[in-house]
């Protein structure tokens, strides 16, 4: 059998475009420089690597056994106009963070990552522990709103550029919540409802915010959804509590309502319209983050919760197992009446470029807090990740960055305290 060839080049190409004012991408056309991944030396069979770049870190992702031992190279190249530069470096390890100070592009973080692993990011010397908080991706930065701190709420604005480094941005002068819509729609960010408030903001750049709407006409709701489809906005489910806005200790007459309305903006949230008054699914809440699957809102379980009569603290009322999509927010289809795994509250979802994500949760009453983490290619038939090394909780927040997921947030019990978790799939 003839010797398998020592080294195979493997070429793949990422841009960076870099504009000539404030740091937002500028289109391909302007484009004025080019970073290049010009190739990979391996040492074994060719590997599926691949290379995300937010912008402003890359991403070099691949199988453990693509890069033994740890002195082969990879090879960059910098093209700008007519010029091109090339660098190399030495393959430091996985998880590893490096620089390479690209002439023209500037300095940019370098980060190796083996597939199917997870990265730890403890993170102790910025935002304090806190639950139901927004996390949103814009332009390759992640920016962390509001939360519930363990005692009270509230409205900070946080951005990294690597999840490592964070900068505080001040107080938003939207009311301090959590359990909100937190949503990006047409290179904004919104905030949507929560803690039985019902208003709508949103911001460009995470300093400068603009009410859209004051006292909307969905009413106060607590971890209401929220997608953007198009050039619409869709507001949909969440629950209220009665006959107060909170359940207060040891009332003796809260209830609960779980809402199946669904609401829509065509003008970025400044005016509203009720498309239906009563869903095809009971009424719920409890599920934090949205989820928009090849070109349909999903709805995947859910739940309520109460404290119940002369009681101290709010526990579980109902559990939903089921999955409904919809194309419009008006048309709903049950896709499945059972889900493959233990029913829950105050869990999180999210859509990745490699499938529906389910995370964590409240399972069975809310003190019994999860660490499961499930994927589903297809939004229906999702299975659990094993060995998750997530510490317990529930009300995170999750969102995929520059290829990999993050997952972070948490209520003390659990201890999830600011610990930022990355998934590399």
Excluded at 147 to 176: C, I, K, M, Y
Excluded at 257 to 262: F, I, Q, R, S, W
Aim: aromatic share 10%.
């Amino acid at each position: 059998m003839p010797p398998i060839s020592p080294r195979l080049i493997l070429a793949a190409v990422i841009s960076l475009f870099i504009s000539a004012c404030d740091g937002e991408s500028a289109p391909p056309e302007t484009a004025a420089t080019e970073v290049v991944v010009a190739s990979i030396e391996l040492m074994s069979a060719p590997c599926d690597a691949r290379l995300h770049d937010s912008g402003g870190v890359l991403y070099v992702i691949m199988r453990k056994d693509c890069l033994t031992p740890a002195s082969q190279v990879i090879s960059f190249q910098e093209r700008a106009g007519a010029t091109t530069r090339g660098y190399s470096v030495e393959f430091p390890g996985w998880n590893v963070t490096m620089e390479i100070p690209f002439a023209a592009a500037g300095a940019r973080e370098i980060t190796f990552f083996e597939s199917g692993t997870w990265r730890e990011i403890p993170n102790q010397n910025s935002w304090q522990p806190r639950d139901g908080g927004g996390l949103l991706i814009k332009d390759g930065v992640a920016y962390l709103l509001g939360g519930w701190l363990h005692g009270p709420v509230t409205n900070e604005v946080w951005r990294s550029s690597n999840l490592v480094d964070w900068e505080f941005l001040g107080f938003a002068p939207w009311p301090p919540r959590h359990g909100s819509a937190w949503l990006m729609h047409h290179g904004r960010m919104f905030v949507i409802g929560g803690d039985m408030i019902d208003d709508v903001w949103s911001s460009a750049d995470g300093v400068t915010w603009r009410a859209d709407k004051i006292a909307a006409p969905f009413g106060k709701r607590y971890t209401p959804n929220a997608v953007s489809i198009g050039r619409r906005i869709i507001v949909y489910a969440g629950l209220r509590w009665l006959p107060n806005d909170w359940c207060e200790r040891g009332q003796l007459d809260c209830t609960v309502e779980g809402l199946n309305d669904v609401w829509q903006s065509t003008d970025d949230g400044r005016t509203w319209e009720r498309i239906v008054e009563q869903a095809p699914w009971p009424g719920r809440g409890l599920i934090h983050g949205s989820i928009v699957h090849d070109g349909e809102i999903f709805l995947i379980g859910g739940g309520l919760k109460v404290v119940p009569s002369g009681q101290d603290y709010s526990e579980t009322a109902a559990e939903m197992t089921d999955i409904w999509s919809s194309p419009d927010g008006r048309s709903w289809t049950q896709r499945a009446s059972t889900l493959p795994f233990p029913g829950r509250t105050h869990f999180s979802v999210a859509e990745t470029s490699f499938g529906c994500v389910v995370s964590d949760g409240s399972v069975g009453s809310q003190d019994n807090v999860s660490n499961n983490l499930y994927i589903a290619p297809d939004c229906l038939n999702f299975v659990e990740l094993p060995d998750a090394p997530l510490p317990m909780r529930h009300a995170s927040a999750v969102k995929e960055f520059n290829g990999t997921l993050v997952i972070l947030g948490g209520p003390p019990a659990g201890g999830a305290g600011t610990a930022i978790w990355q998934y590399v799939p």
